[in-house]
């Protein structure tokens, strides 16, 4: 029988390469955990402390799941991907954003029943810069200075924003902070699909500017300094079906240059129902309590 035999740096440098090979190898799933550990492979039963840690450890198009309540940190999204939650998963941040989303333009991703608290310190809870779609469901957001959501895509191809069963409130920071912000500063087209939201006690409810166009059900704002629903400027378009706006400073604002359209819904209990000098169309089967007036609001009060 013939040995052969392999040089010793020959054979280091196998094992070198095996070792890196396997410490770049990425899980499709992922688990974090209240006593985990970012040292830890990320697996379920060794599962990571940060969704940070855990994200570098995870496939694009993979998943990140939590295993039991705990806080989670903040986290920098570069990829598609979701984070979600069996449980209570929190994103606690003090003076910054806690969830950022810059990821190629064909990127989804979804984050699923976390729990985002500001500490009257926080800037915004999930910011979307660039990416294809974000979906936010089931979760809650409180006490954030500059918006819940702010969605202000940054690129020339479209993209979409949808939240569904989620509670945003407290984010006044300066009576400049919304609920939800559509906001694109980018050439692409932006849709938003918003169903069974409660805003409530933030600076505005949802803000919508530029060429977004968000269509709002079955949602709820309330007890915000200024516009329960706004399409401030730009051309926004605001399709409002079966919402209530009550005990706001302006129930419903369309300004120059935007488009509402309300159907089924009650508007009531402001300090002005209806405000601004755009297009604000309703179809009949409406609510509309308080004062109407058609005239433009000073920028801070939009």
């Not at 990425?26 to 990320?42: I, Y």
């Amino acid at each position: 029988m013939i040995t052969r035999l392999i040089p010793k740096a020959t054979a280091a440098m196998v094992v070198l390469l095996c070792a890196c090979g396997l410490a770049s190898a990425q899980a499709t799933r992922t688990w974090v955990s209240g006593v985990g550990d970012d040292a830890n492979p990320c697996s379920r039963t060794a599962p990571c402390k940060t969704f940070a840690g855990a994200i570098s450890k995870t496939a694009p198009g993979g998943e990140i799941d939590v295993l039991d309540p705990g806080g989670f940190g903040a986290v920098t999204i570069t990829k598609s991907i979701s984070i979600e939650a069996c449980c209570i998963a929190g994103v606690l941040v003090s003076g910054t954003n806690a969830i950022v989303i810059s990821a190629p333009s064909t990127s989804v991703v979804v984050l699923r029943g976390l729990t985002f608290e500001g500490l009257g310190t926080g800037l915004d809870a999930v910011k979307f810069i660039t990416g294809a779609a974000l979906y936010v469901e089931d979760s809650f957001i409180n006490n954030f200075t500059t918006n819940g959501i702010e969605f202000s895509a940054n690129q020339a191809t479209n993209s979409m924003l949808s939240v569904k069963n989620t509670v945003i409130r407290n984010c006044s920071g300066g009576g400049v902070a919304s609920g939800i912000l559509v906001n694109p500063t980018g050439g692409g087209a932006v849709t938003a699909m918003i169903n069974n939201v409660h805003l409530e006690n933030n600076a505005a409810g949802l803000k919508a500017t530029g060429s977004a166009n968000c269509s709002v059900s079955n949602s709820v704002a309330e007890h915000n300094q200024f516009g329960g629903f706004t399409a401030a400027s730009g051309g926004a378009v605001l399709n409002l079906d079966h919402v209530q706006s009550v005990h706001n400073g302006t129930g419903i604002i369309c300004n120059t240059g935007t488009t509402v359209r309300l159907g089924n819904s009650h508007v009531a209990d402001n300090t002005t129902a209806v405000g601004g000098t755009g297009t604000c169309s309703t179809y009949k089967n409406n609510d509309i309590d308080a004062v109407v007036s058609m005239t433009a609001l000073p920028q801070g009060q939009q």
